[in-house]
């Protein structure tokens, strides 16, 4: 693995490359963000034992250094994980986003725990994924009982936006069209108004270019069957082997033309299908709607952002 190095970010935060070898398109690599300690946090007794991994959602990356700050401050550290193919981990010529199975993520979370040094050192382990990460989240905890203590999903992609009918008559078509033409492409259905909602209310920052589209990365069938795949694991029943938060807007709006709402919805997901699908992956889980949350709930306005924050360290309370 590499060396730590001063992270895009700025102050505070450095990165490590973690390299995974090589596929069809040439070197492949993961890429771990760690938040330095806070130099005023107040170190929340048992806060101090834990590690949290955070993975990002599709067409996207790590950045949201407030929520990096919000456990710092308390004494945990925080680690997010950019997936091969994403952000910092994007090199020539790849097929950014690509996998043809979400269980591939397994190495890059190996690799990240690895270096995050959690295991076999006493520290509890909590896992935050937001949107596609949530879903990669939930089945790799499925896969590994016991090595996670808490789950926590920010707005998860637990089931295809047709839900579970449209879900089951897509299938077949998709799983036809990922052996045939796995890297073909998809009608364009990212319009860009959830990007424009972010704007509006003042939370997407700058990226670098290329790191996350306006209208999102193309999608491919080879993509997309692996998603569904992992929403038809979902719905047959996991289970996470710990306690799970799953943080939800309050209502979502059709993202087929823009409307004001989207400033206060979820206009990616349809949050009430999320919510069903979230009730079959833990014995125990917590369901937190967040009114006027978008589907990112931590990136919405001061209100819905501060309720999900109070949601989350209410929750957190039981582990620390």
């Known amino acids: 693995m590499g060396d730590w190095h001063p992270d895009i970010l700025g102050d505070g935060f450095e990165q490590r490359t973690l390299p995974l070898g090589a596929d069809d398109e040439g070197e492949v690599v993961a890429t771990l963000v760690r938040a330095m300690p806070h130099p005023g946090a107040r170190l929340f007794g048992a806060w101090r ?16 250094t407030g929520l990096a700050r ?39 979370i190996e690799a990240a725990l690895d270096a995050m040094g959690t295991e076999g050192q006493g520290r509890r382990l909590v896992l935050l994924g937001h949107s596609t990460g949530g879903l990669t989240l939930t089945l790799w905890a499925a896969r590994h009982p016991g090595r996670a203590h808490a789950v926590v999903l920010n707005s998860p992609w637990l089931e295809l936006q047709l839900g579970p009918l449209g879900r089951q008559a897509l299938a077949p078509i998709l799983n036809a069209r990922a052996r045939i033409d796995p890297l073909g492409t998809h009608p ?60 939800l807007s309050a209502r979502s709006t059709s993202a087929l033309s823009w ?17 069903r699908a979230a009730t079959r992956i833990a014995r125990e889980v917590t369901i937190a709607r967040i009114d006027g949350a978008l589907h990112d709930v931590f990136l919405s306005r001061p209100a819905a952002r501060d309720a999900a924050y109070t949601a989350l360290d209410r929750w957190l309370g039981w582990l620390a």
């Open 49 to 64: 034992e834990i590690d949290v991994l955070y993975v990002h959602g599709w067409s996207d990356y790590f950045f949201q």
């Open 70 to 108: 919000f456990f710092t401050e308390r004494g945990a550290r925080f680690h997010a994980l950019d997936l091969r193919k994403y952000g910092r981990s994007i090199r020539p010529g790849q097929t950014r986003g690509y996998v043809a199975a979400l269980d591939v993520y397994d190495a890059d």
């Open 188 to 247: 364009a259905v990212d319009l860009g108004f959830y990007t424009r909602a972010q704007r509006e209310v003042g939370s997407l920052p700058d990226s670098p270019d290329g790191w996350r589209p306006e209208r999102g990365f193309p999608t491919h069938p080879g993509w997309l069957a692996a998603v569904v795949a992992g929403h038809a694991r979902v719905a047959s029943g996991v289970d996470v082997g710990c306690p799970a938060l799953v943080l």
């Open 259 to 275: 409307s004001d709402a989207m400033l206060g919805s979820d206009s990616v997901l349809v949050v009430d299908d999320i919510a």
